[in-house]
T-cell receptor
């Protein structure tokens, strides 16, 4: 089955810096890659997603890149703000039945 | 903004007791899921449900677990005889279509088995 690896587990940046989180997946059949933000005590919330027919997608300060050959995808957050502090999860899906999540990255943005 | 609603937010139960976790999906969504997250760990898939039957389940979803949509609105997860290791956050999620569309997650139910 699919296995998703995510790193780093913790990332500390200064406000205004960029943050990059990387994930790799194992199943070449996976074709949907969402990123979720989870704040304390809340459920995961989708922040951006990408499908395998696209190499890059951007939404304001957030971008995701996908390299299908290498089976890895990355989340880029520019001009980080303290409210970006949260746990970020990548996930992969090869069909409609389930998402396989990475282990999460705790992002801390210091003012 | 449509949302998935879960109740209760926190459930404490004695080991061996049955618990039922409830979810109200977004009204026009057709695919329903349960995930769990043990404290400090990643979110894990339990089961998917479509057209009143299970579509897929993980190894975690053994005979102690069941799901149903008894009244056409609530989507429930039942654990028949809880174990200490069932303690986790349980998230309900729904999608409008199955195929690689945005999954909306509820706020979760924190289950504590003592």
């Amino acid at each position: 089955g699919e296995n998703v690896e995510q790193h780093p587990s913790t990332l500390s940046v200064q406000e205004g810096d960029s943050a990059v989180i990387k994930c790799t997946y194992s199943d070449s059949a996976s074709n949907y890659f969402p990123w979720y933000k989870q704040e304390l005590g809340k459920g995961p919330q989708l922040i951006i997603d990408i499908r395998s027919n696209v190499g890059e997608k951007k939404d304001q300060r957030i971008a995701v890149t996908l390299n299908k050959t290498a089976k890895h995808f990355s989340l880029h957050i520019t001009e980080t703000q303290p409210e970006d502090s949260a746990v970020y999860f990548c996930a992969a899906s090869g069909g409609f039945q389930k998402l396989v999540f990475g282990t999460g990255t705790r992002l801390l943005v210091s003012p | 903004e449509p949302e998935v609603t879960q109740t209760p937010s926190h459930q404490v139960t004695q080991m061996g007791q049955e618990v039922i976790l409830r979810c109200v999906p977004i009204s026009n969504h057709l695919y329903f899921y349960w995930y769990r997250q043990i404290l400090g760990q990643k979110v894990e898939f339990l089961v998917s449900f479509y057209n009143n039957e299970i579509s897929e389940k993980s190894e975690i979803f053994d005979d102690q677990f069941s799901v149903e949509r008894p009244d056409g609105s609530n989507f429930t997860l039942k654990i028949r005889s809880t174990k200490l290791e069932d303690s986790a956050m349980y998230f309900c999620a729904t999608t409008i279509q199955g195929l690689n569309t945005e999954a909306f997650f509820g706020q979760g139910t924190r289950l504590t088995v003592v």
